[in-house]
């Protein structure tokens, strides 16, 4: 029971950032921060997925845009070739980028560390190369228009507000998905990978099947967000899933944090805003990214939620002890008048 009022409460912060985020179209942002805000929850949803295979199992992977791109094509052209609209494309896309892991993680998990980085950060570049030699079937470099409408109870959405609050959904959605996989059985089972992976196939653990799973898992999230992509943008071509947006990823995961809830949150959040707000360009904000990464990883390796979490438990225990030790010295300096 305890177990279960901690897990719950683990969820809440998370459910509170998303309620404020659901306030944000009644502030009247402009155009350009609605957009960056679309974007920035259409990222969350593949970093949630990320978090299961990094966080909870210990595997980074460098090829995740690309299967957020698998996602994305398969959206495009399902819409294309056999009129499928925006609903029945969500579960296509994150079937298909689910098979696309599994293709490469039977191969890349037979490897590890860096390798299996190397491994999958090759798939990405293959992926491109495909992509951009696919003739007019791929639409090569230049990439595929999607004219299919997203509609809403037979509505078409075409504002930026619904679909920012159908993107807030799916983020909300994936943060549950993700609270319900950390505190399942089989979430236990990739910590124990996680933590020690001898020690957990010495208990009867087959650690290459939950690897796997957990990277099928992940390419779910991927997919569903690609599907995201490609109705937001409309048009999406080889580039937009080459090596750096999977960099890009992976260092919003690693700022944010990818064993708490609240950690894709603020990691897509922050990397998406912080050059905005600080009105940088393109050279710059790179260059912001990697002085983040660096100092998150010398100061605050687990990520910038955790990190928070930890200062804020060594100043309620400091704050705690100061005031024993004042009552202490209070109940002796009235022990003392009293004799």
Not at 198 to 213: E, M, P, Y
Not at 289 to 311: F, S
Request: a positive charge; glycine letters at 10%.
């Amino acid at each position: 029971m305890n177990t279960s009022l901690s897990s719950l409460r683990s969820l809440v912060p998370a459910l509170v950032v998303l309620a404020v985020l659901a306030l944000v179209p009644s502030m009247g942002p402009s155009n350009r921060m609605l957009s960056l805000a679309i974007s920035a929850g259409i990222n969350i949803v593949a970093l949630y997925g990320l978090s299961v295979l990094f966080g909870q199992t210990g595997i980074l992977s460098m090829g995740h845009a690309a299967l957020v791109g698998v996602g994305a094509y398969a959206a495009a052209l399902f819409a294309r070739d056999a009129d499928v609209g925006f609903w029945l494309a969500l579960p296509l896309g994150g079937i298909f980028a689910a098979i696309a892991a599994t293709v490469i993680g039977i191969p890349s998990l037979r490897v590890s560390g860096h390798h299996f980085v190397i491994m999958t950060f090759a798939f990405g570049q293959l992926l491109t190369i495909v992509l951009t030699n696919g003739g007019d079937y791929t639409g090569a470099a230049t990439g595929l228009d999607l004219q299919f409408p997203v509609t809403v109870f037979g509505q078409r959405v075409d504002d930026l507000i619904p679909y920012y609050y159908i993107v807030l959904f799916f983020v909300a959605l994936s943060a549950v998905a993700s609270w319900m996989i950390i505190n399942s059985p089989y979430g236990r089972t990739l910590r124990a990978i996680r933590e020690n992976e001898k020690l957990a196939a010495s208990l009867g653990i087959n650690v290459g099947r939950h690897k796997i799973g957990a990277f099928v898992v992940s390419g779910v999230f991927a997919g569903v967000s690609g599907v995201l992509l490609a109705y937001f943008l409309r048009h999406i071509s080889p580039s937009q899933f080459a090596s750096f947006p999977s960099i890009y990823l992976a260092l919003m995961v690693m700022i944010g944090g990818a064993r708490l809830l609240l950690g894709p949150l603020a990691g897509g959040i922050l990397v998406s805003f912080l050059p905005e707000m600080l009105n940088l360009d393109p050279v710059e904000s790179r260059i912001l990214y990697g002085v983040c990464l660096i100092a998150v990883i010398l100061l605050l390796p687990n990520g910038l939620i955790a990190g928070l979490l930890e200062g804020w438990q060594r100043l309620f225990r400091m704050l705690m002890r100061k005031d024993t030790a004042s009552r202490t010295a209070d109940g002796n300096h009235a022990s003392e008048a009293g004799r």
